[in-house]
């Protein structure tokens, strides 16, 4: 089975080809500092996703209380749609997992 690579792995890859040219002059060592960076970079595009399915699903309580109170057919159609959808964005932001782009 291939090793999977996700985000920390690119951003710690990243780091440590900024950081290749740097001295070592007794500060901790390039790798431990470029571990320490992805990791907080890693945190930051967490905290990031779940701010953005918070707001998914507050986009998706929108959609379902438009439903309720419309009486057009074609609306409630859409509004059911709409809130499907922002909740699986919501799932898909917080599983952090990556989907693959059609290309």
Do not use: F
Request: aromatic letters at 2%.
């Amino acid at each position: 089975m291939a090793e999977r690579t996700g985000p920390s792995d690119a951003i710690r890859a990243a780091i440590d080809e900024v950081l290749s040219d740097l001295a070592d002059d007794g500060r901790p060592p390039k790798h431990d500092l470029a571990v320490r960076i992805a990791a907080l970079v890693a945190d930051r595009i967490a905290e990031e996703r779940k701010r953005c399915a918070g707001l998914c699903r507050a986009r998706g309580e929108l959609w379902v209380r438009t439903e309720a109170t419309s009486s057009a057919t074609p609306l409630q159609t859409e509004a059911r749609a709409r809130s499907n959808e922002a909740r699986y964005l919501a799932d898909l932001l917080e599983s952090g997992e990556d989907v693959p782009l059609a290309g």
